[in-house]
């Protein structure tokens, strides 16, 4: 597609409830990012891919937040026995090359509301 | 998480006047960036910053990286209403290139 692509555009979970976020990102991108924006502030790095590898998860604030991208394409980002505390925007973004901000593109995110 | 220090938190405007901004850091990095962020969409790249001294234009935007690698610069001449947004800053460090660590942001608006 044209850019990455989001899905849902809005999300209200209640506490304890099992999510799922998807994103699309540019056709061929190579790599592509999570981060997390909460309510003003900047956005904040969950984890990164290459490919279908997750190369980096450093930013996954806990074991209920998992990331996959088995075929090097699409990715979900699947929150586990969500908490109030989860709820923020959550951005992906793709890049064509390897490991790099180079050519970075965001998608406009999903917000995620716990209630 | 890390976020990088920017002031003013927001600012108002008048139409036509300049704008400058600044994000500073405790750790030192070797790009800095300028995103623009509008409502209910991800932050879109300004200017990208590769050498300590730089000084970027991209049209009415000037960006500049600090010698001390520890802080960033962004100007806006003669505002204009589409302006209005949040403008981040965003670093990334040596050996971590997949990972931006972003500014707190500037909320900036522009009155008539």
Redesign the interface.
Known sequence: GAGVSQSPRYKVAKRGQDVALRCDPISGHVSLFWYQQALGQGPEFLTYFQNEAQLDKSGLPSDRFFAERPEGSVSTLKIQRTQQEDSAVYLCASSPREGTHYGYTFGSGTRLTVV | ?Q??NQSPQSMFIQEGEDVSMNCTSSSIFN?W?WYKQDP??????LI?LYKAGELTSNGRLTAQFGITRKDSFLNISASIPSDVGIY?C?G?HTG??????????TRLQVTL
Not at chain 2, 40 to 45: A, C, F, R, S, T
Not at chain 2, 96 to 105: D, E, Q, R, V, W
């Open positions: 998480g976020q990088l790009t960036l209910g969409e991800g932050p879109v790249l990208a981040f965003a990334v971590t290139a997949s990972k931006l660590t972003f500014g707190t942001g």
